[in-house]
């Protein structure tokens, strides 16, 4: 027997409006994060790979970490990783503050829209947002995923 | 003398609305940028990560690549890499069609909105539109960027 | 309200022996993962990194992965990330058959032990078997790990 | 003439018990290797990755590498990367103390059983002891390998 | 209307002769990029990988950058990144002064030669110096490129 | 007792010029590793990591690695890990063949030259070759060290 399945693979039918989940000091964003970040999306801007540039001739205190890294890891953490879903979009997506390395991370999410897509699938709408160690939010977005039909 | 300063570090009043650039055959999607997505992330759903998996239980051919990686290496090559810019937020982020280990993407970018934001900053809005091998669409996003205002 | 308490921060007296999971077609080893395993581990061994050494000079097909990839892999996939729980120590680690790039993964773990360890903790021996594409076990490993007691 | 073969590639026969190496001051492992290895392994505990939830909800004094990823490197450093030897299995691996970003590791292996496995392969067994900067054994293992017998 | 012909897409005859740019600041060392470079190239040299080894038995203050590392960052920097080229080879490339992490790289190119090659292609030099964050020069280098001619 | 001190910490008086080594079928070149290049380098030129490009627009049959790739990837196999000895330079660096994804390394040195440098260090210089699978030299260099004098 399994506790597998019953965990990973949940049917749009199982998912319902206003169930949430809390994620506390999932994970803490490092140099090497940014450094891989940058290796693997090619964007090597010196807000984020130049401690001199971004101290110099930036409104911040050091370097920060790419926007859409923050993205990344709170979608990783945050999205049930559901065997039955796929991504489908993302809105409103804001970098409300920045994130040092050095910051933990505490994602949240909540389930605020659902319905039928087609015969297969239906969409539903998780709303992300992302806390600080000092609970400051420095990431929102809404995350749009297909979910299959029980068939 | 530097070609440098002219090149990637324009401010707010330099950009104007309608100015655009199309970044032909700019980079092939590969098994290892996937890998090293899943491992900045933290994100390995089977649909990326199983060719068992995404073969059998999805309706893809085999493995996709992560939606967010697509956006990530779209933003490095479409963004200008301008030092007095950095990003805000975005909308209307949708995974339009899949992308395949071996597609190769074609970002272009047009700027669809400018306007001033406080007293140091401009806010600009970068339409962003990715296709493939086959000049499919299989990306599009809103980003919007702030942008130092002239001294 | 959160779901995640519930599922990855089980104290010792919430797990039982006998219970079990299997992760179905989990994840496919590409040659991405023995380059990256490679590059953190240091292991540069020709019989992992060299086509041409691993066909002329070995019994194997090709090059294959390093066993200890697949420890990882499968502890990661198998191992409840159970936030009450750390890593003592493994025995009986076997690599049964070769992994080669592009076989796929179906780990299994089963709980066989379970003692009091010390006042604030309990040990627990989780039994790990890991079979390919095609059924074949390629490792087996009995992992023991630490467990808070509840308060 | 090459000093290669005679280093990197020795027979069954060539091995004896009790022969040794040590390795002083090979690696210091750092933030970066652990979030290699969670990229690489898909193992994103908190314990070794928060370093809010390693401080305040583990025993430890922060966050902690992964105990693998202190075997991988041993074995990497103290494993003589021989052509004539494959890995076979491990067994009592144990992490004896953790080991935090900025410690220096320092590896021996010693051979202690040798015996013909098969027509073309002998079986070796090497204890490998690992150490901190501060002398304390950090890590044990005893690591089976097949080795090629003379043709 | 593109803007990206004009700036990466430049022929040989359109590039002179002390034609000059620098990039202030543009990249901080860190410790993971060491432990990347490590990764990719399989150099796990002490100096690189211990601080114990490095503080102790050599000349320097602690673990220093691979001047391979310094060179590829130097190239990628400097090296306009121009569709019609492609590198020829280098010399007298010199590890001036070592970089340790944290530094903060400044790269400068100058073109210093240029000739025909054959029908199709003209060879270029580029003269690289890169200084750190006082204003030292830690790495020099000339880099011959091939530049496609105008059809 | 150790193995290690004879093999990997030779001091200058024991280097003689002359003595060589090869190294056959040492590592293959992988879409992974130019990945992974192009991660730490921040060099994403299209003739390296777009398949459409380097076919379409280049004189190649696809995209090729890294010529610094292979400068790293043989500097690594070929110098001796000799802990007494640091990098100073390279001279006649050439990238005499393109390496393409899934051709094999073989690397040579030789040291041809051997002077005194100062009281503590002297000076050898190694000639690296380094072959492909079909035997064709893709790559040479000249790599200057510097090898602590024996106290």
């Given amino acids: 027997m399994s506790d597998n399945s019953s965990r990973s693979a949940r049917y749009f039918e199982e998912l319902e409006?206003?169930?949430?989940?809390?994620?506390e000091n999932a994970r803490t964003i490092t140099g090497a994060d940014i450094a891989n970040f940058a290796g693997v999306s090619g964007d090597f801007h010196p807000i984020h790979m130049s401690s001199e540039f971004a101290r110099e001739e930036t409104q911040f205190d050091g370097r920060i970490?790419?926007?859409?890294?923050?993205s990344d890891v709170t979608e990783s953490i945050a999205a049930d990783e559901n065997r039955h879903a796929f991504s489908y979009g993302h809105d409103e997506t804001r970098f409300v503050k920045p994130v040092y390395p050095g910051d933990t991370l505490?994602?949240?999410?909540?389930l605020v829209e659902k319905e039928v897509y087609d015969e297969d699938y239906g969409r539903v709408v998780y709303e992300y947002e992302t806390t600080n160690?000092?609970?400051?939010?420095?990431?929102v977005d809404r995350h749009t995923m297909l979910v299959k039909r029980r068939p």
């Avoid at 970490?65 to 923050?70: E, K, M, R």
């Avoid at 505490?106 to 909540?110: A, N, Q």
């Fill in 106 to 110: 505490s994602p949240r999410r909540e």
């Fill in 17 to 23: 409006v206003g169930e949430s989940a809390a994620f």
């Fill in 65 to 70: 970490a790419h926007g859409q890294l923050i």
């Fill in 133 to 139: 160690q000092d609970g400051e939010v420095v990431f």
